[in-house]
Structures are given as C-alpha cells and as structure tokens.
C-alpha cells in the first residue's frame, strides 16, 4: 500500500498551550488556537471570560506565562510595535484614537512601521522623505475609500458618530499592512445596520488576502462570519468548531447560562 504524503501548510499564527496568570488568577489557561491564510476566526465568551487577555497574550502587550505564539513560523517578539512590524494589527475594544487629530492623519500614524523614512530624514525633509510622505498619503486615503471614510479625511476623529470611529481604528490598523487582523469587539455599540456593514468590511479584509480573529458578542456577526469559532470560558478553551458545533454544545451553553445564544436561530420545535 503506498501512503500518501500529507503536507500540512504552517498556519499563520500558531498559538500552542498559552496562559496567563495575573498572581493567583489565571485569565488565560493552557489555550491552543491556529489561524490559516484567508480564515476569519472568531473567539467568544462570556464576560471576563479571558478573550482580551489571549489578544494581548499575542500583540506583545502581555508575555504569557507559558506557552508559544508563532506568526509564520517566528516566535513573536515580545513588543507590540514589533509584533505590528511582524504583520499582526489590531483594534482595542475602547477605541483608541487620537482624538484630536484629523481621520487622514490618524491612519498616518498606523503607516508608521511600514516606512522606511527615518527621523533625519523627515528633519531635513529631503526628497526621499516627500516621495515616501506622498505614497503614505495615497495609501491612507485608499484605506479611508475602503472603509467609507474618504469624505470624512478632514474631519476631527472626535467628530466622527461611533461607528465611524470604530471604521477608523481598522483602516488605521490597516495601514500597517497586516497579514492578521485582531478585531476586538468591532461592532459594540453599532447599530444593526452598522453592524452588517461592518460584516461586509470584515469580508472585503479578508478577500484583500488578510485573515482575520475576531472577539465579539454578537453571535448573529460572528457565525455570518466565520469559519470556526472558539470558545472561552473562564480562561479555557472549551470548544472549537463551525456553527453547529458551538450553538449545540452543552457546555456552551451552560456557559451562557442556558439561554440560547443570541442572534442564533432557535432549536426547531418538536410537534
Ligand atoms: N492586567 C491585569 N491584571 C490583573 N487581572 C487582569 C488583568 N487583565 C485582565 N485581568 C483579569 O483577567 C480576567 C479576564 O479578563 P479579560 O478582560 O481578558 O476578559 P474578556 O473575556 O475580554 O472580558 P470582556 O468580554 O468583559 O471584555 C478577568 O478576571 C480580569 O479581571
């Protein structure tokens, strides 16, 4: 009998038995999640359930107490902006922008790691410095066209309605060129007409080749989504799967204390 070769393709990011213990609390335990080229993956959980700090586990933000986070097969340094320069961005659940400065120059400032152009250059503001200012500015306002905002290049971030902002921090995320995307609850506080918008933003990201993990506790967003869902709950990962593995898992929903997770079609009724 001949056996066939399997080749298995290196994930893009591999996280392998990572946990994070903040003195006697342990917020994320011994949790193992991939994400492949061109998946959308979503990780949800009830509050306090560990989700944020696995995000910052993988950003740089938190070393892990234990385990390996591999991004194209390179353990990831443990510093955001160098995990940034790696290939991962992410969005923050409060919303972090600078407020005071207009949209166009707040995706500016998410183009920092990808140019070239030092300090002494932007001092002597030679012409290498107004070529790679000029792309930089190109490229921010292609990213603003791409999530809506292009009308808005001038306006005050302050100005801007919620869910607009929330646009903002991806296309400011954008602007360094990730391969991964960590989008942690894009849709809080949208409307749900927002919302839908912001699940065909979160397709368009991926059709630009550029995979995605995303926290979020609209269900109905999350499995319009995804490929595969994990579950959290205080700390561990208690399942992974598509739809119909999360929604019918009894232990999902204990989790959710027995209420069927919102957004999600009703179990059909026996006659
Ligand atoms: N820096 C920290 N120091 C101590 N405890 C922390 C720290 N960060 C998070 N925690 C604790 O870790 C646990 C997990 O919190 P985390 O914010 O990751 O949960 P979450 O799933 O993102 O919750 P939510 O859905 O409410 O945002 C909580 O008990 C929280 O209080």
């Given at each position: 009998m001949t056996r066939h070769m399997t080749t298995t393709a290196t994930p893009l990011l591999d996280v392998t038995g990572v946990t994070m213990r903040f003195g006697g609390l342990?917020?994320?335990?011994?949790v193992s999640l991939t994400v492949g080229e061109g998946e959308i993956i979503g990780l949800i959980g009830p509050n306090g359930a560990g989700k944020t700090t696995f995000f910052n586990c993988l950003t740089g933000l938190y070393v892990p107490t234990e385990g390996r986070v591999t991004y194209r097969g390179n353990v990831l340094p443990p510093k955001p902006h160098l995990v940034t320069q790696a290939g991962i961005a992410r969005t923050f659940q409060n919303i972090r922008l600078f407020a005071n400065m207009t949209v166009l120059e707040n995706v500016l400032v998410g183009r920092h790691t990808r140019t070239r152009e030092g300090i002494f250059s932007a001092i002597l503001r030679g012409p290498g410095y107004h070529r790679a200012e000029t792309q930089s500015r190109d490229k921010a306002m292609e990213l603003l066209a791409f999530t809506g905002l292009a009308d808005k290049?001038?306006?005050?971030?302050?100005?801007?309605?919620y869910g607009e902002q929330r646009k903002l921090e991806i296309a400011r995320a954008l602007a360094s060129e990730p391969g991964l995307l960590l989008l942690d609850e894009p849709t809080a506080g949208m409307n749900p007409q927002e919302t839908r918008a912001a699940e065909e933003l979160v397709f368009a990201i991926r059709d630009k080749g550029i995979s995605v993990l995303v926290i979020e506790h609209d269900m109905r967003f999350i499995f319009n989504l995804c490929d595969r869902t994990a579950v959290l709950v205080q700390g561990q990962k208690i399942v992974e799967g598509d739809r119909e593995t999360v929604q019918n898992d009894e232990r999902v929903i204990t989790a959710y204390l027995g209420a069927p997770l919102e957004g999600t079609t009703a179990p059909e009724e026996t006659p």
């Open positions: 342990t917020a994320v335990n011994d290049a001038d306006h005050l971030a302050r100005n801007l309605p």
